[in-house]
């Protein structure tokens, strides 16, 4: 018995052994880890005070690094559209679940930032790119102080539809720093090419969304420019998650109605199962033939839904703001084929389009002519149908689109109108009746007055 408890003090005696020795282990390593790095640090510092003691080297080793700087051709042939652009350097979707970007100065980029020396606007070959530290910036460079937001798209900075594309991505990079990241400038570029400017419907939104006014950077002074900070989109949408595009829609159409004075407590109507109806016609090209026909068949069906109105529009003398107000009140979207539907973006989530077409367009327009549907689907609203006008004189010696058949004028169909409206119409209402009594009122407001910058 005795020698057993002797035994079990012995192994408690090496237990207790091995836990001081385990327990001095970490001061051990650090030791030996801070000699070690005293020895580098001597070394270095021997060095650095050799530096330090002559200006003349350092000038020296500044000059050899803002001459190390490689201008590369903005535009990489030998890649695919998507790719092409600052070809060398591969992108990430970060934070998570944001479209692909390339950040700078960042560790992907050793600490460097970008430089651009961008002096055409017809040829992105002749164009190029370097990153060069701060303290060695190319000669002749000019520093652009703060967050650059630079955007590269195979389309179009201009149309509303491949621009609104563009600008998703920043927009909802910018919500995600707590909304804190405001762009000092922009840089727009179109294959490499320098771009100018957006156009107004487009710089009012980028305003809105980022509290910021736009400011271009024109590349027009001689010699390159080189950002503080900069977030490059060139790939459009591409990695972005589907909640997060739904996300980035419902931040502009909140950060829209903001910037217009629209009153959020009024969202939805003050009478939340009103039917809210807007007739947005062209000028010109694609308008109808015969408005007045075509209000009055929505006005008669409307007449029969309780609550419902028609208000009617012309989208080409409308501010960016008329524009916010009208479609922030607005349940269904009724209008022709055009840029003006982008609008469609202010609407409440779950509201309706019904689009029109001339004649010509069903059969030889191809696939961009759903463009509104997939930007209905991409911000969370309901695409009804298209009507495609039967009628019209035909172009036979024209195979496509652009040359006869884009911009005519559209006819109308009462029966055919009547019938797909009191359908949508009556939809709608359900719809709007459904919500009202599940979600409170006080919670709808709260949803609408907050835009989410997280
Ligand atoms: C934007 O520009 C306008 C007029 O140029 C100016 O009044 C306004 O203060 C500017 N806003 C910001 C946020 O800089
Ligand atoms: C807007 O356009 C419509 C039709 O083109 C016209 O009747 C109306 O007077 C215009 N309004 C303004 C403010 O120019
Ligand atoms: C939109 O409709 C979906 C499905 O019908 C519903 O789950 C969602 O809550 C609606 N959202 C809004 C904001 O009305």
């Known amino acids: 018995m005795k020698q057993l408890a002797t035994k079990k003090k012995a192994i408690a005696n090496n237990v207790s052994h091995f836990k001081r020795a385990v327990c001095l282990l970490p001061p051990l390593l650090l030791a030996a880890v801070l000699y070690l790095q005293f020895q580098t640090a001597t070394g270095l510092f021997s060095s650095i005070s050799r530096i330090v003691s002559q200006p003349a080297a350092i000038d020296d080793l500044v000059d050899r690094l803002r001459a190390s700087a490689t201008f590369l051709p903005l535009k990489d042939t ?58 060695a910036l190319p000669h002749g460079a000019a520093l652009r102080p703060g967050l650059s937001f630079v955007s590269e798209t195979a389309y179009d900075h201009s149309n509303l539809w491949h621009g609104l594309t563009a600008l998703v991505p920043f927009a909802s990079w910018h919500a995600r720093s707590g909304c804190r990241a405001r762009p000092a400038r922009w840089a727009l570029f179109h294959h490499g090419e320098v771009r100018a400017g957006m156009s107004g419907w487009l710089t009012a939104l980028a305003e809105a969304a980022t ?71 062209r000028s010109g090209g694609r308008a109808f033939k015969d408005e007045v026909a075509v209000t009055r068949v929505f006005q008669e069906v409307c007449a029969r839904v309780t609550g419902c109105t028609v208000a009617a529009a012309h989208s080409d003398n409308v501010t960016f703001c008329d524009q916010v107000r009208l479609l922030s009140a607005t349940d269904v979207l009724i209008s022709a084929h055009g840029a003006q539907m ?30 509104y549907r997939w930007m209905a689907d991409r911000a969370g609203m309901r695409h009804e149908g298209s009507w495609w006008d039967p009628n019209g004189e035909p172009c036979p010696r024209s195979p496509d689109i652009l040359s006869c058949y884009k911009n005519r004028q559209i006819g109308h169909d009462e029966a055919y109108f009547a019938q797909w409206a009191a359908r949508v119409f009556a939809a709608v209402k359900e719809r709007k009746a459904r919500r009202a009594a599940e979600v409170p009122a006080s919670e709808r407001r709260r949803k609408a007055a907050t835009c989410n910058c997280s």
Not at 87 to 103: F, I, M, Q, Y
């Open 211 to 281: 509290g910021a006014n736009m400011t271009v950077e024109t590349f027009d002074a001689p010699g390159p420019v080189c950002f503080e900070e900069a977030v490059v989109f060139r790939r459009n949408l591409e990695g972005l998650t589907r909640e997060r595009l739904l996300g980035a829609f419902d931040f502009m159409r909140c950060k829209a109605r903001a910037y217009c004075g629209v009153d959020a407590s009024s969202a939805g109507g003050t009478d939340p199962t009103a039917l809210r109806v807007t007739l947005l016609f």
């Open 78 to 135: 030998r890649e695919r559209s998507e790719t092409w652009f600052i070809s060398t350097h591969d992108d990430v979707s970060e934070p998570d679940g944001e479209a692909k970007n390339l950040v700078f100065p960042s560790a992907a980029s050793a600490g460097r930032l970008l430089c651009l020396a961008a002096p055409s606007r017809h040829d992105g070959t002749r164009n190029a790119y370097a990153l060069a530290w701060r303290d």
């Open 342 to 371: 982008t609008n469609l973006l202010f609407m409440d989530r779950n509201s309706s389009i019904m689009e029109f077409y001339p004649l010509g367009w069903r059969q030889r327009a191809g696939g961009g002519q759903f463009v």
